[in-house]
C-alpha cells in the first residue's frame, strides 16, 4: 500500500524488530503510580515529535535527534538510494501542565484531569501546535523556544561606565524613572554616569552602538485557546483538518465542527441523540477527518459500521456518502455479535483511499470505493472466544485498543493484552503477522495472554449494549440452574404465603413439595460456585 494503494504494492519483506529506546523506565521495586501512567501518545506528521499524556494531565513532549546530526532533512535522507541503518533516538524536550482535576457544579460531575487524546497542529515559525483534551475541555497550546538576550558590545569600558562600578542596567525603563541631562535620576540614585569618563589617547575611532545578543534558549509553553461547554458526554475523538484551520471533536452522541480561531462557538456537525433516550440504538465511538480532502470525515458506531459524511452536502450531516459494514454470516448471530463489532478507533492511510478499523477481535482494512465488505480482515483475539463469557461478566469486552498503519501503508499495527502488540502486513501477497512484546526484548517467547482483568472504565456504550438486561450470558448449565433456583425460592415462597393466610398446617404434598425445592435450589448453590 505504497502511498495509499495496497493492491499495486508489492508484499515487502518481513521487518527485523529490534530494541531502540525507553522513557520513564522504572526501578525494581518501584510503585508505579497511577497518575504517572500513559493514556494518549501521538507522533507529529514529520516523525521527528513525539507527545505523550498521562492520567496526571500532563503532556510531555520528546525531539527527534538523530537526523539532525546528519546534513540534510528526513525527507532528503528517505530519498537516498542506500539505507539508513540508524535507530531513531528521541530526548525529552519539555513538559506542561495541560489539564487540571475539575468539578461541575451544575450537574455535580467529577472532570478528571487524564489526557484522552493529543493531536499535532501545523508548525509555524519553528513554533510546535497541538490539542489536547481531557473528558470534558480541549485545549490549543503553543510550545516556542524563547532566547534570552544581553546588550554588549559597549564603548565604554564596563569597570568605568557607572560610578558604582556596574553596568547601566537595561531592565530601567525611561517611563518610570526621569533623568537629567549629566545622566543622573530626579529622585536622587546614585547610579549615575561618571564625570571622569575618559577617552583613550586619540580619541574614539569610531561610536559602537549597543549590539543585542542571544546567550541561551528557554521552551516555553502557553495555551492559546480553551474549548470548553460543547459536549454533555465524555469526548472520545479529535481530529484536526488537513485545511490547518478546523478540527472536529466527538463524544457518545455528537461530533462539533470548530475553528481554531474561536473558542467560544462551535457546530454541531452530527447528532445521533435521538428524542428519547429509550430509543438509543448505537452510540458514536472514533471520529477522523480525511487527511487530503478537507471536506470529508469518517465515524465509526458501536454497531461496527463506519459512516463517511461530506460537509458540502449540508450543515448538518445527517445523512452520510457511504456506509462501510459488513454483512452477518447466515447462523453466525449471537448475544455477542454486536459487542464485539463494536469499532473502537479508524485511521485513514496516508493517501485517504483505505480506513483501518479495529474491533474487540479483528483489525479490517476498507476501500473507500467498495463499501461491500472489507478488503482485508486480521484476526487479533480469536484465542477470546471461548471466553466471551468470561470478558463479559468482568466488563473487559468493552476495552478499547487503537491502531495505526505504517507510513508506506505496507503494514498495520494494533495493542493487546499482556503488554503485547500484533503487526501485520497488508500488501498484496503478504502473510506477515507478528507478535510483539513492547520490552527490551521484543521477540521473547510469550504464552497466551491469560484472562483479562476487570476494567474500571465507565461508557455509555455498555448501557446500550446490555439494553437493561438483568442476567449475564453464561453456559447453559449456569443458565438452567439459576433460573431452576429462582422456581424453586419461589415455589417456597407462595406455599409458605398460602398456608400462612389460611392459618392451617401444611399438608404431607406441601412439606414434600418444599422439602424439594429447598434441596434442589442448594444443589444449584453448589454448581454455581
Known sequence: MNGGDASSAAAPLPLEWKFSQVF????????VQEVDIISAIEFDRTGDHLATGDRGGRVVLFERTDTKEHAGSRREL???????IRHPEFRYKTEFQSHEPE???LKSLEIEEK??????CQMTNGALFLLSTNDKTIKFWKVQEKKVKKISDLNIDPSRGVADGSMPSSSVSSSQKQYLANGCYTDGSSKCLSNDLSLPPGGLPALRLPVVMSSETSLAARCKRVYAHAHDYHINSISTNCDGETFISADDLRINLWNLQVSNQSFNIVDVKPANMEDLTEVITSAEFHPTHCNMLAYSSSKGSIRLVDLRQSALCDSHSKLFEEQEAPGSRSFFTEIIASVSDIKFAKAGRYILSRDYMTLKLWDI?????????FQVHEYLRPKLCDLYENDSIYDKFECCLS????????GSYSNLFRVFGCAAGSTEATT???SKNPRRQVQTPSRPSRSLSSSITRVVRRGGLCSSPTSNTSVISEYLGYLCLWLVNVLCA???CSRRKSSRKERTIICSSIRIWQIQKCLIS
Do not use: Q
Open 24 to 31: 520513564g523506565e522504572r526501578t525494581v521495586g518501584e510503585e
Open 78 to 84: 528517505e530519498r537516498m538510494d542506500y539505507p539508513v
Open 103 to 105: 468539578f461541575d457544579y
Open 115 to 120: 489526557i484522552n487524546k493529543i493531536r499535532w
Open 369 to 377: 470505493n467498495m463499501d461491500s465488505g472489507p478488503v482485508s480482515t
Open 407 to 414: 507510513g508506506d501503508g505496507s503494514r498495520v499495527a494494533t
Open 436 to 438: 510483539l512484546e513492547a
Open 498 to 500: 398460602s398456608m400462612f
